[in-house]
């Protein structure tokens, strides 16, 4: 829920730094990478529950201390989901580098 006040500081933060045709760049780009950070935290939810089910059910159930509770179970879940979606920006991010000159087609 805070994302958008985080996004708006980082964006009052680098704003003066940057040149116009940065900044033309940059806020397309936000909005892009939003969309593209959800859609792979989205898509890697599948995923995610599947192996959580598998390792929940390789625990051994005749020792307590090896019984998962409810709150690891589903806090496995999120490292996997944010490292999922920022993975889905990597185009985002070769694109940006290519269009500021970062990046050419030959490296």
């Given at each position: 829920?805070?994302s958008?006040v985080?996004i708006y500081q980082?964006w009052?933060?680098l704003a003066?730094?940057?040149?116009?045709?940065e900044?033309r760049?940059?806020v397309?780009a936000?909005a892009v990478?939003?969309?593209?950070?959800?859609?792979?935290a989205i898509?890697?939810?599948?995923?995610a529950?599947?192996?959580?089910?598998?390792?929940?059910?390789?625990?051994?159930?005749?020792?307590?201390?090896?019984?998962?509770?409810?709150d690891r179970y589903?806090?496995?879940?999120?490292p996997?989901r944010?490292?999922c979606?920022l993975?889905?920006?990597?185009?985002?991010v070769?694109?940006i580098?290519a269009?500021?000159?970062?990046?050419?087609p030959?490296?």
């Amino acid at each position: 829920m805070a994302s958008p006040v985080i996004i708006y500081q980082i964006w009052a933060f680098l704003a003066p730094a940057l040149y116009e045709r940065e900044k033309r760049l940059m806020v397309p780009a936000l909005a892009v990478g939003v969309v593209l950070f959800l859609a792979g935290a989205i898509a890697c939810l599948p995923v995610a529950a599947a192996r959580r089910a598998e390792g929940a059910a390789r625990l051994p159930t005749h020792r307590p201390d090896a019984m998962i509770t409810i709150d690891r179970y589903f806090g496995m879940g999120d490292p996997v989901r944010r490292g999922c979606g920022l993975v889905a920006e990597l185009p985002l991010v070769v694109t940006i580098l290519a269009a500021l000159g970062i990046v050419t087609p030959q490296f």
